[in-house]
């Protein structure tokens, strides 16, 4: 795999706005801003022309930061953003989002799922009259999810078949510890529904962070490309959350190595021609 697009990273300034999930030792070394000048150093060196950035903080004012963002900096194609989806005037907000300033980069909407105590939050029925807003807005929705939270993501999925449901992280499967049960099985019950693609992110990040291998990812990689398939699977590099256990290039030469075995076209298809099609980057940068 060549990786062209980066479909999954994020960037913040503590000076605007404090990241409160960013607590405790172990997520110290990400205690300090990550502004675009960092990200366009690292995307240069590792060949990568556009990206695709996503939220971090489950407030309001967030989202038109990184649509001004994704307006100043060439290398930003694509905006994923969050709204409330419980809130009774959620079409109103989507509406609001695209007509500000940056608004045409607004690709897909988030919401920090795996924060929220409730297994089975994204089939209440309020997020799932949200979900359709989002699908009827255009846009994707991003799933950000625990592995015990795939089972409501796949009845979600199938509730609201005209959107796109992109699996970030992969379900976030418990790498460091080895096992692949029952986030397998869950994974591929969500891959089995065509309105679904995945995410070949933050691996890294949940393997064991001080030694990792390649070989240590690579059953999950390999789960996730049989079960989507390459024309659903596509490279994010969770920069700068992956930072934790590798920095940018590591995180691009591990993508090309574990998807090193499958053909020219089909490691185009993740490194760059998925993320186009779902996220409607038709160039380098669309806006």
């Known amino acids: 795999m060549t990786p ?45 022309s556009a990206t695709v950035l996503v939220e971090t903080v489950d407030a309001a004012e967030e989202t038109p930061e990184l649509l001004a963002l994704a307006e100043a900096h ?63 807005a255009g846009l994707v929705y991003d799933l950000v999810v625990l592995p015990h939270q795939l089972p409501a993501a796949t009845r979600a999925a199938a509730a609201v078949p005209g959107l796109t449901f992109v699996l970030d992280h992969l379900g976030k499967p418990p790498i460091a510890s080895g096992r692949r049960e029952p986030w397998a099985t869950e994974l591929r019950a969500l891959a089995a529904l065509p309105n679904t693609v ?46 934790l256990a590798a920095d940018y290039g590591d995180v691009v030469r591990s993508a090309r190595e574990l998807t090193s075995g499958l053909t020219p076209p089909e490691q185009a298809e993740i490194g760059a021609g998925t993320a186009r099609r779902v996220y409607r980057m038709a160039g380098a940068r669309a806006g």
């Open 4 to 48: 062209v697009v980066d479909a999954h990273h994020h960037l913040w300034d503590l000076s605007v706005r404090d990241q409160a999930w960013i607590q405790g030792p172990a997520l110290a070394p990400l205690r300090r801003s990550f502004l675009p000048q960092h990200l366009e150093t690292e995307t240069r060196a590792a060949g990568v």
């Open 74 to 136: 060439e290398v930003i194609g694509a905006v994923v953003g969050w709204t409330d989806l419980t809130a009774p005037d959620v079409t109103d907000a989507l509406d609001a989002l695209r007509s500000l300033s940056g608004g045409g980069f607004l690709r897909g909407i988030r919401h920090q799922v795996q924060g929220e105590a409730d297994p089975d939050w994204l089939t209440r029925p309020e997020v799932l009259r949200g979900l359709r807003a989002v699908a009827a």
């Open 198 to 243: 995945c995410k070949l992110s933050g691996l890294v990040t949940e393997a064991d962070r001080a030694s990792w291998t390649v070989d240590d990812l690579r059953p999950y990689a390999d789960t996730v490309v049989e079960a989507f398939g390459p024309r659903r699977l596509m490279f994010g590099s969770d920069w700068p959350v992956c930072t």
